[in-house]
């Protein structure tokens, strides 16, 4: 009887172990066709700088500050180093043509093709305020009659083609040999003069002098006479010196409002 029992007890226990070993071999098959490649985890995505705002689409300033780092192109390197060459001479020009001897000069550099050595040609000029006619008018003047200012590289051909041209009579500093340059600073103050805003660099010629009698014609101080005592060109101004009550008292007045005695 116990012998029965264990010989039974055998089979279950063998019959339990090929059932658990057919049920590992089923779990197995079912992943037989999956991929054997190692399992990677994906990097988080990378937030933008500043806290995790999102990036600002480009703008046209961008563009513009990209474009700033441009290397020079041969050409525009080449420019810079012909102008680096380059220094303002005052050359002297008959009275009452210097923009004929400009225009001679830059249509003559032109045809023999000498633009390698020169540069801008200037007739330095201001506006002016005076009176004509009793009315106020405003006309360009030369500030520096007969002189021309000249851009340029100088060399024994440069300055013969400059003596050459019809109208220029001589350089101005140095020698007739070898010509001088003006100076930077005077260079700055003449181009600031010619490139301010016309309000900045108006003048006004007022045909008085100073002890110059005139008579009042507007304001409160009409057909009044009085000396001039002191002239403000900047601004027009005149003041003068009018007898009231028997008391010199200075009156400012517009030149315009003034007539000569």
Same mark, same amino acid.
């Given at each position: 009887m116990s012998d029965n029992s264990e010989r039974n007890g055998e089979r279950?226990?063998?019959?339990?172990?090929?059932?658990?070993?057919?049920?590992?071999?089923?779990?197995?098959?079912?992943?037989?066709?999956?991929?054997?490649?190692?399992?990677?985890?994906?990097? *988080?995505?990378?937030?933008?700088?500043? #806290? =995790?705002? $999102?990036?600002? @689409?480009?703008?046209?300033?961008?563009d513009l500050l990209d474009a700033v780092d441009l290397p020079l192109t041969a050409d525009d390197q080449a420019e810079i180093e012909r102008r680096g060459r380059m220094k303002w001479y005052v050359i002297h020009a008959n009275t009452g043509h210097e923009n004929k001897v400009k225009r001679n000069i830059e249509m003559a550099v032109k045809s023999n093709h000498m633009e390698e050595y020169f540069g801008e040609v200037l007739v330095a000029t201001q506006d002016v305020t005076e009176m004509k006619n009793g009315k106020r008018s405003t006309v360009k003047r030369k500030y520096f009659p007969s002189?021309?200012?000249?851009?340029?590289?100088?060399?024994?051909?440069?300055?013969?083609?400059?003596?050459?041209? *019809?109208?220029?009579?001589?350089?101005? #500093? =140095?020698? $007739?040999?070898? @010509?001088?340059?003006?100076?930077?600073?005077?260079?700055?103050?003449?181009?600031?003069?010619?490139?301010?805003?016309?309000?900045?660099?108006?003048?006004?010629?007022?045909?008085?002098?100073?002890?110059?009698?005139?008579?009042?014609?507007?304001g409160p101080f009409t057909e009044w006479i009085g000396v001039i005592n002191e002239i403000n060109h900047d601004k027009g101004k005149l003041k003068v010196m009018i007898s009231i009550f028997g008391s010199e008292t200075p009156v400012e007045l517009d030149f315009l409002q003034v007539k000569p005695v």
């Open positions: 279950n226990g063998d019959s339990k172990a090929k059932a658990a070993n057919d049920a590992a071999n089923d779990n197995d098959s079912l992943f037989f066709d999956l991929p054997e490649d190692d399992y990677v985890t994906p990097e *988080p995505a990378a937030e933008p700088a500043g #806290g =995790g705002a $999102p990036a600002r @689409p480009r703008t046209a300033e961008d002189y021309i200012l000249v851009e340029m590289d100088m060399n024994k051909e440069s300055q013969h083609f400059i003596n050459s041209i *019809p109208g220029v009579t001589r350089f101005i #500093g =140095g020698t $007739p040999l070898k @010509p001088e340059p003006i100076s930077r600073e005077e260079v700055d103050r003449i181009l600031g003069r010619i490139s301010a805003p016309d309000e900045a660099r108006t003048t006004v010629d007022i045909p008085y002098d100073v002890g110059d009698s005139v008579q009042v014609m507007d």
